[in-house]
């Protein structure tokens, strides 16, 4: 009875943070760019400085009507939304925050196998909005998503398994237990490798050539309004909570702080991610979006070559030493 | 010296980062008013008192949105046995703006100073025919009129302002004239000039020869 | 630390995996939920407009799907090999230092990966990985 307790606590905590986390970094997202663009955000929704933004556009997206173009596929059209969003509900679940046993929503064995497995699942998401819309841009841009999420996934599988290498286990909160702080200048071509690829799998800019206004109207989600939207908006931004989540375990030493002081784990974890939510926001307000053949140039050309030396790198010291 | 790989994108990055700590300039209207330079044109109010309904005004305006309507009225002499006056008696002044194009051709013009800006501009409405403002809108508009902004310190003094001023310069000395007896010192009336205007420029021609006084 | 036996790590994979079963179906639960009231909330007023396909405002023009171009094809197959490869990459990753382990297993994993390299470089020389 304890045991199902303790079972349902954690997963009423993976859901809640999965629900809150991504409204806080979006309200980050507004006003960081904002300031970022001298300007000041949302300023009246809630009353301070428009904190409850997003829960009124939550609101908005809710009452919205659903509009499923006459030609589409119906089925799979209303059900592609739901498909991008639940992997990073699954892979929540896997990401530790702290350093004790129960830090975890559940430890999974596989563990970053299982997370990387789970996104590449989201892909079809996107493939299947891309392909039910009948509408030519939607599929178009589809296929776009489909090539850059495939082509940046590499780089991601290659410095993970680099991670995996130095560890000596695909475990997270094994991976964590075994870090020491020389892993970060060994790791930190896979760290950047890691975090650019993820960020090209989130579709954020710079990579959101698939899905940017001036390019092909929405790509995949263009025929899409209201909540089915607004759960495909959702999935970005838990994207980055997973993004930032994963770079912090893998390659930042998740729950440990700086000169051993490993205490209040989750708040060194919160901190980073929280860091690399607003590099995030910081490289979408800076950068220019690249175009389709530069993203796929940088992937096969720059990138994997990349993660494959990291991958020489990491096995020829941890063999020597 | 070519550039090293990667110092464009961490210029952009440094960038935004420097924007962001910088206060930001947006002024949150409504609940700010904007600040307005002097002189803004925002709308026209008519001081109807010093309308002589010339039409000038009406005839200037580029637009034709100033509506004028006048009757002739008669006055009768000032003194026995003079010519009766006729006076022209404004019934209607409105103003489009739905038209006007705030060119301040009309407030150039008219030779009364009876048409003035003021930078009120909040006068928005729902239905066009409510953009035509009546003779007691365009007087309401009249209490919002700033007064002039202040001239550079080295500029020349304004004609109204020196005419008044000296009309009360001889009413003054015409008065300190009457309260000494005469005889008494150097008469005030020669150089006739009160030591205050001393420092006037000299083209002034009125009270340096003010003997005779305020006629 | 002596070796789980085999029931003991049976019954820690199902429990572990019918966990992340349940958060999966807490999720579907939740996107259940959200469209429910979002079908209470929104108002259904279809007209043939609003059912047509979007193209920037203009009349569509021919089907719904249109041509698509062979690279998409050669960007998924080189995906595969390479993700197959990195699926190889992982328990060998778990164990390659140990004891017993050594040199020789990365040197093989080393001729894996470079097999994968050449064929890599053959399709950059090939041109297939620029964009025509």
Same mark, same amino acid.
């Given at each position: 009875m304890n045991d199902a307790l303790d079972v349902a606590f954690r997963l009423i905590v993976v859901f809640a943070v999965f629900l809150v986390l991504p409204l806080v970094i979006g309200q980050t997202e507004h006003k960081v760019m904002a300031h970022m663009q001298g300007r000041l955000g949302p300023m009246y929704a809630g009353g301070f400085h428009g904190w409850a933004q997003l829960v009124a556009d939550g609101v908005k997206f809710a009452q919205k009507e659903d509009v499923v173009p006459a030609e589409a596929d119906r089925r799979v059209f209303q059900l592609a939304p739901a498909v991008a969003l639940l992997p990073y509900l699954l892979v929540l679940v896997a990401i530790p925050i702290g350093p004790s046993e129960g830090a975890v929503g559940q430890v999974v064995d596989a563990g970053i196998f299982f997370v990387l497995a789970v996104m590449g699942v989201g892909?079809?998401?996107?493939?299947?909005?891309?392909?039910?819309?009948?509408?030519?841009?939607?599929?178009?841009?589809?296929?776009?998503?489909?090539?850059?999420?495939?082509?940046?996934?590499?780089?991601?599988?290659?410095?993970?398994?680099?991670?995996?290498?130095?560890?000596?286990?695909?475990?997270?909160?094994?991976?964590?237990?075994?870090?020491?702080?020389?892993?970060?200048?060994?790791?930190?071509?896979?760290?950047?490798?890691?975090?650019?690829?993820?960020?090209?799998?989130?579709?954020?800019?710079?990579?959101?050539?698939?899905?940017?206004?001036s390019e092909i109207i929405f790509g995949a989600y263009t025929e899409y309004t209201g909540l089915r939207f607004a759960l495909f908006l959702l999935a970005e931004y838990a994207g980055i909570v997973v993004l930032c989540g994963l770079t912090t375990v893998l390659f930042l030493g998740g729950w440990h702080g700086p000169f051993g002081a490993d205490g209040l784990g989750w708040v060194w974890t919160l901190l980073k991610i929280a860091v690399l939510a607003f590099i995030v926001i910081w490289l979408r307000v800076t950068y220019p979006r690249m175009r389709e053949d530069q993203l796929q140039k940088l992937a096969w050309t720059v990138l994997i070559p990349l993660a494959l030396a990291q991958i020489a790198l990491t096995g020829i010291v941890k063999v020597v030493i | 010296m070519s550039p090293i790989p990667g110092s464009g994108l961490a210029k952009g990055l440094a960038v935004t980062l420097r924007t962001m700590t910088k206060k930001t300039?947006?002024?949150?209207?409504?609940?700010?008013?904007?600040?307005?330079?002097?002189?803004?044109?925002?709308?026209?109010?008519?001081?109807?008192?010093?309308?002589?309904?010339?039409?000038?005004?009406?005839?200037?305006?580029?637009?034709?949105?100033?509506?004028?309507?006048?009757?002739?009225?008669?006055?009768?002499?000032?003194?026995?046995?003079?010519?009766?006056?006729?006076?022209?008696?404004?019934?209607?002044?409105a103003i489009d703006f739905s038209l006007c194009m705030y060119c301040g051709i009309c407030i150039e013009v008219c030779p009364f100073d009876a048409l003035f800006w003021s930078p009120e501009f909040e006068y928005a409405e729902t239905d066009i025919r409510e953009l035509t403002h009546e003779r007691d809108k365009l007087r309401e508009w009249m209490w919002?009129?700033?007064? +002039?902004?202040?001239?550079?310190?080295?500029?020349?003094?304004?004609?109204?302002?020196? #005419?008044?001023?000296?009309? #009360?310069?001889?009413?003054? #000395?015409?008065?300190?004239?009457?309260?000494?007896? +005469?005889?008494?010192?150097?008469? +005030?009336?020669v150089g006739g000039v009160p030591p205050g205007a001393a420092e006037r420029p000299a083209d002034e021609s009125g009270p340096a020869s003010g003997q005779g006084g305020p006629a | 630390m002596p070796e789980p036996t085999g029931v003991v790590l049976a019954t820690e994979y199902f429990r572990s995996y019918s966990v992340v079963g349940l958060i999966a179906l807490i999720g579907v639960l939740f996107v259940a939920v959200a469209f429910t009231a979002g079908r209470l909330l929104r108002p259904v007023v279809p007209t043939p407009e609003k059912l047509l396909t979007y193209e920037c405002g203009v009349d569509p023009v021919g089907e719904g799907w249109a041509h698509t171009q062979v690279r998409y094809y050669v960007y998924a197959f080189l995906y595969v090999i390479f993700a197959v490869d990195s699926i190889f990459l992982f328990p060998w990753a778990t164990v390659f230092a140990a004891d017993g382990y050594g040199a020789t297993t990365l040197v093989e994993m080393f001729i894996f990966l470079g097999f994968l390299a050449v064929g890599l470089l053959y399709a950059w020389k090939k041109g297939v990985l620029t964009w025509t």
């Open positions: 892909v079809l998401g996107s493939l299947m909005a891309g392909w039910a819309s009948a509408n030519k841009f939607s599929l178009l841009g589809g296929l776009r998503t489909a090539a850059q999420l495939l082509a940046y996934e590499l780089p991601m599988l290659l410095t993970a398994a680099s991670v995996a290498m130095a560890a000596g286990t695909v475990s997270l909160p094994g991976i964590l237990n075994a870090f020491e702080w020389w892993w970060l200048p060994w790791q930190i071509v896979g760290a950047i490798v890691f975090f650019v690829a993820g960020l090209a799998e989130l579709q954020r800019p710079p990579f959101d050539m698939p899905v940017a206004d | 300039v947006t002024a949150q209207y409504p609940d700010v008013q904007p600040e307005l330079p002097p002189r803004s044109r925002g709308v026209i109010g008519l001081f109807e008192e010093n309308c002589t309904v010339c039409m000038l005004c009406a005839r200037e305006c580029p637009d034709w949105c100033i509506y004028i309507d006048s009757h002739k009225e008669t006055v009768p002499a000032a003194v026995p046995g003079g010519r009766e006056r006729s006076r022209n008696v404004l019934d209607r002044f919002t009129v700033p007064a +002039p902004p202040a001239l550079d310190p080295g500029a020349e003094e304004p004609k109204e302002i020196g #005419a008044a001023r000296k009309t #009360a310069e001889k009413l003054a #000395a015409a008065e300190a004239d009457a309260s000494t007896p +005469p005889g008494v010192g150097t008469p +005030p009336g | -």
